[in-house]
């Protein structure tokens, strides 16, 4: 397979508003990463994927129509299907999508720039030298994650009646998917670029009004340290709608005053992150140091399919119209699934069945609506049932029993 990349810093000149918190509405006081782009273009057997990284809460569809005008005009093989672009999420970085302007401002000088940027550096891929690459690929699991969907159970005045509501905190007892997968591209015996995914939502920090591309950027800088300031890091997130770090430690009496409600919402501290963000550089370099899959056999698919929001939303109304479903492989070993949307962990299971090999699952692509919750998460409500509609500059509520509407797109990108 050949590998050609690039990377571009896509960090502000000035300061900004930054994207994730509607409280948050004066521009950055520092700079604690920088953020980036970085792109990679794999070849094999005359078939290509373009896949875009970057560093914001989310993206938007005016970039891929960017990317795409640009290519067309230099009559590049990139289509829409060829095409892979991904937010990290990090909620310190500028608002690049306009149609979520509650979530921060958007820069509109900002963004031009930018999404011109990242275009012209996509159809420069085409004028460097590929390398010929194989891959190795690690899979391992990263304990300090944790679903913030929690029950809480309230007495109303009559002992017997009890209710309860979902709220925003840590739910030590329920599980989710905590896989961590790292894929290093070769060419010879030099590691030229490193891809990886974890399900967690960027949202804990030192400096809450300081530009970042929070746990993303740190691992980036850790891992050049040992491979070099040119190699390229692709992060790609998971389906992490309900997912955030943990900090708490575990011990009965943690886990207890977490589901009484006594531990309110994420409580840490900064020295809390840092020691956070430690552990999960440990836990990649000793799944790094590991024997990993090596790959050398490609076979580059792109699919994709779409489901209308109506399907979903009762009286939907919006300016997305789409929940878009890609699938990609780079081989028969990387499987890769895409939604654009902050999709609940829940769904790697209803969906594992349905394929015939392992997928990777991944989301915050696109045009990203919103939250993709569960039918059983729909019937509970909470933030990633209704609680985002206004957020996100969307009206509705969710019908029941979507997940067929979602199992009928994914059905589609797959294989015959």
């Given at each position: 397979m050949l590998f050609t990349h690039t990377t571009i810093d896509i960090t502000p000149d000035q300061p900004l508003s930054l994207a994730g918190w509607s409280?948050?509405?004066e521009p950055y006081t520092a700079v604690e990463s920088r953020l980036e782009a970085n792109l990679a273009l794999f070849e094999y057997a005359s078939k290509y994927i373009l896949v875009v990284c970057i560093d914001s809460l989310f993206v938007s569809n005016k970039l891929r129509l960017e990317i795409l005008n640009h290519c067309e005009a230099k009559n590049l093989p990139i289509n829409s299907e060829s095409l892979l672009i991904y937010a990290s999420h990090t909620?310190?970085?500028?608002?690049?999508?306009?149609?979520?302007?509650?979530l921060g401002t958007p820069d509109l000088n900002y963004i031009s720039k930018t999404f011109e940027k990242i275009a012209f550096a996509a159809t420069d891929l085409f004028n460097k030298k590929a390398e010929h690459v194989s891959a190795v690929h690690n899979k391992g699991r990263f304990e300090q994650t944790i679903n913030r969907r929690r029950k809480t159970w309230h007495r109303g005045f009559n002992p017997f009646n009890w209710n309860y509501t979902i709220e925003i905190g840590p739910n030590p007892i329920s599980n989710i998917n905590k896989d961590l997968h790292i894929i290093r591209f070769y060419s010879k015996d030099k590691c030229i670029g490193i891809l990886w995914t974890l399900a967690c939502h960027p949202v804990n920090y030192k400096d809450f009004n300081a530009c970042s591309a929070n746990y993303i950027g740190y691992i980036r800088k850790k891992l050049r340290l040992k491979y070099g300031d040119e190699c390229p890091i692709f992060f790609i997130q998971g389906f992490a709608g309900n997912v955030r770090a943990s900090m708490m430690k575990s011990n009965f009496k943690n886990t207890w005053n977490a589901l009484l409600g006594k531990k309110k919402a994420f409580e840490f501290e900064a020295n809390d992150y840092k020691k956070w963000l430690d552990k999960l550089d440990e836990n990649i370099r000793e799944l790094m140091d590991k024997e990993g899959k090596k790959i050398q056999?490609?076979?580059?698919?792109t699919k994709q399919s779409s489901i209308l929001l109506a399907k979903l939303i009762k009286e939907y109304k919006g300016d997305i119209k789409n929940l878009n479903i890609q699938?990609?492989?780079?081989?028969?070993?990387?499987?890769?699934?895409?939604?654009?949307?902050?999709?609940?962990n829940n769904y790697i299971d209803y969906l594992s069945p349905y394929f015939n090999k392992e997928f990777i699952p991944t989301a915050y692509t696109d045009?990203?609506?919103?939250?993709?919750?569960?039918?059983?998460?729909?019937?509970?409500?909470?933030?990633?049932?209704?609680?985002?509609?206004?957020?996100?500059?969307?009206?509705?509520?969710y019908?029941?029993?979507?997940?067929?509407?979602?199992?009928?797109?994914?059905?589609?990108?797959l294989d015959d």
């Open positions: 409280n948050r509405i909620h310190f970085a500028p608002n690049i999508d306009e149609l979520k302007p509650d056999s490609f076979d580059l698919r699938r990609w492989q780079l081989s028969a070993e990387l499987n890769f699934l895409a939604l654009s949307a902050e999709v609940v045009n990203c609506y919103g939250y993709l919750p569960r039918d059983f998460q729909i019937k509970e409500g909470g933030y990633e049932v209704d609680g985002f509609f206004k957020w996100f500059n969307l009206k509705g509520t019908k029941p029993n979507i997940e067929k509407h979602i199992l009928e797109g994914v059905k589609k990108v």
